[in-house]
């Protein structure tokens, strides 16, 4: 499916995604991924966003973000993978892009979708070999919720659907540690946040979609009809 124009989906909760070119490994040690970090934190501030989860691996990121611009979602990112790019030519030498591209989102509903893309994001370590539990690296969000304490991205009470998770941060953390070891919906989550689907939700949303973006997302390509 052709990629829709990022500034015409509208505002919402994006997953947002990037690959090292060639995916080669750059974000290979621990510095490399909190100087990266520290990007993404310093240029949030005085922007319209909230980030809810988050996953740095060898060689590419995910991010759940919610944007109430989707221009400065574009600046933002775009911005920090620049400057990740000067960084680390700086460091590495070596010349030419160090991303695959321009880095991907789709739309993502909010209610019923955004702890299971949460879910999805901070299960990749997991899926890598890197640890045996979500919060057991300091390189994705899951610890934040677990151990209920923001770190530079996320502010953990600002996550509606993990504040209804229990009445205090002790009895939501229990939970959402149980939430992300659940094997129910697991093939599910991979099945749908890796189809690079440009809009998820359930059928309300994706008509709202339609409608906002002024095109149809599901409709076959191919030749058109004959008259």
Known sequence: MPRIPRRRLGTGVFHVWNRAHDRRYVFDTEEDKQVFLSL???????????????????????????ALSVADLSRYIGKSCELYSRYWRKKHGGSGTLWQGRFKSCLVQK???????GRYIERNPVRAGLCERPWDTAWCS???????????????????????MGR??????????DYLLTDRERADDEELFRAHRPVIGDE??????????GRFISRRVGRPRKS
């Open 40 to 66: 993404l934190a310093e240029r949030k501030r005085g922007l319209k966003l909230n980030i809810y989860h988050w996953a740095l691996l060898s060689n590419h990121f995910h991010i759940a973000i919610e």
């Open 142 to 164: 899951a610890r934040c919720y677990v151990d209920a304490h923001d770190d530079d991205l996320v502010r953990v009470h600002d996550h509606s659907m993990y504040m209804e």
């Open 168 to 177: 205090d941060d002790q009895e939501r953390s229990i939970r959402y540690r």
């Open 111 to 117: 209610e019923g979708y955004l702890t299971r893309l």
């Open 204 to 213: 309300n949303f994706l008509a709202q979609a339609v409608y906002t973006i």
